[in-house]
């Protein structure tokens, strides 16, 4: 072991010659010193927890820079490659999920570092978007569209959505389930995870508003993909008051549809208000009386499906509401 240790001490040397300005990015991945840069001093750190452990989960995650759910000599090894070359060694893929006969997919995200909130440039901006605010993110997955009615029929045995066949709407199946309350989600997660032997979960407001903004892809734009409401959302300008099936309009550029309109989305976080201070992972309050939904729906001004806008929303089920996957 120690000889295998003063072998990536030799490589660690190499790196700090050799190591490419774009290794300099910050990332969760990879930065085991939590100084929000990956650098060299990343592999000493990462050598030290595999010597001592430590208890904290940050450090877990940032340290299984390999993604194999396991930190091993190996993660020493990809994280002096990355140093090296610029590059992850891994990129995770498009999982696609079958329940019954129903298939949804869920897109990696790349977690990193952005700016939460509304901007000055934005002509629309809200108080309760503000102030904006520094938060990074570690990967996970988010689901390509909308958890749609033949999703929630498959796992629960029922369609609790307003806009279905049995009130003479057509496709049904494929537009969003709605009329669902933020505890209703939660059960429908729960008996998921038991159909599938995954960990599905809420997207954490945090996590919602990176993908909304296309992750490490963002262009800047206002709405989940454009700057043009109409190209990407059904709002009430759009809608002709109802929902669509999911994925009628363009994507954002992570490939995710319907993140502006459509159906407004719950996520785990209770409401409050925003701070200054920088953020890493964040969940929201502990407790509150609201919850926060996002992305604006069917019925909502073209203003209110920008990806900064924040609903407050007691837990109670409406035709207005229904929820995305993360994983």
């Known amino acids: 072991m120690k000889t295998l240790f003063r072998a990536i001490f030799g490589l660690c040397l190499m790196a700090m010659f050799w190591m490419p300005m774009s290794a300099q990015e910050s990332a969760t991945r990879g930065d085991v010193d939590n100084d929000k840069d990956v650098t060299i001093s990343d592999v000493t750190a990462l050598i030290d927890y595999l010597l001592k ?4 989960p940050r450090i877990a995650v940032a340290a299984d820079v390999d993604q194999d759910n396991a930190v091993t000599i190996s993660d020493v090894t990809a994280l002096i490659d990355y140093l090296l070359k610029g590059e992850w060694p891994y990129v995770a893929q498009v999982e696609e999920i079958t329940v019954g006969t129903v298939t949804f997919r869920m897109i990696p995200v790349q977690g990193g570092t952005f700016t939460m909130g509304g901007r000055e440039s934005d002509p629309y901006v809200r108080p309760w978007e503000t102030p904006a605010h520094e938060v990074t993110l570690s990967d ?6 909308e958890v749609t009615q033949a999703l929630w029929k498959a796992v ?14 057509t496709d049904d199946f494929q537009r969003p389930v709605e009329s669902v ?18 960990v599905f979960r809420m997207l954490t407001e945090a996590e919602w508003e990176y993908a909304a903004r296309g992750g490490r892809l963002s262009k800047g734009y206002l709405y989940a993909g454009s700057d043009s409401s109409e190209l990407v959302g059904w709002y009430n300008g759009t809608a002709g008051k ?14 995710l549809y319907d993140m502006s309109g459509n159906i407004e989305e719950w996520v785990s976080d ?10 890493t992972n964040p969940q929201g309050p502990a407790s509150g009386t609201y919850h926060v939904s996002r992305g604006g729906n069917w019925d909502s001004a073209f203003r209110g499906c ?15 509401y229904g929820l995305r996957l993360a994983m």
């Open 140 to 145: 996970y997955y988010i689901a390509e569209t």
């Open 156 to 169: 629960m045995g029922n369609n609790p959505s307003y806009f279905r066949s049995y009130n003479g709407y």
């Open 270 to 279: 209770y409401y409050g208000l925003y701070t200054e201070e920088p953020q």
């Open 242 to 255: 109802m929902p669509h099936p999911v994925a009628s309009l363009q994507p954002n550029e992570l490939g």
């Open 181 to 198: 309350s933020y505890s209703q989600c939660k059960a429908f997660i729960n008996r998921l995870n038991q159909k599938t032997g995954k």
């Open 53 to 56: 452990g430590s208890d904290d």
């Open 306 to 320: 920008r990806v900064t806008y924040r609903y407050d929303a007691y837990d109670a089920a409406s035709s207005h």
